[in-house]
């Protein structure tokens, strides 16, 4: 009889977890375009610091990205 179900994990927790770890990367990407696209207007340091906010804390990160750091990026005249 060949295993192809788990039977200690369901299935629903399967497609659970697919679903949160899609949105994870989705929000991880969408914050990472929302940088790039402020790089023109905010000084390098500050970029970098917040791709490697949005690395460290997975979750979090983007959602303090979305939250304060769009809201807060210093506009550079030009």
Do not use: C, E, K
Not at 8 to 24: E, I, R, S
Not at 46 to 70: E, Q
């Amino acid at each position: 009889m060949p295993l192809t179900v788990n039977p200690l994990l369901p299935a629903h927790y399967d497609l659970l977890w697919t679903a949160a770890m899609v949105g994870v990367v989705v929000l991880g990407v969408s914050a990472f375009i929302s940088i790039s696209r402020r790089a023109r207007q905010t000084p390098l340091a500050v970029s970098l610091a917040w791709i490697g906010v949005v690395l460290l804390i997975p979750v979090l990160g983007p959602l303090l990205w979305f939250a304060a750091g769009r809201r807060a990026a210093p506009s550079l005249d030009r």
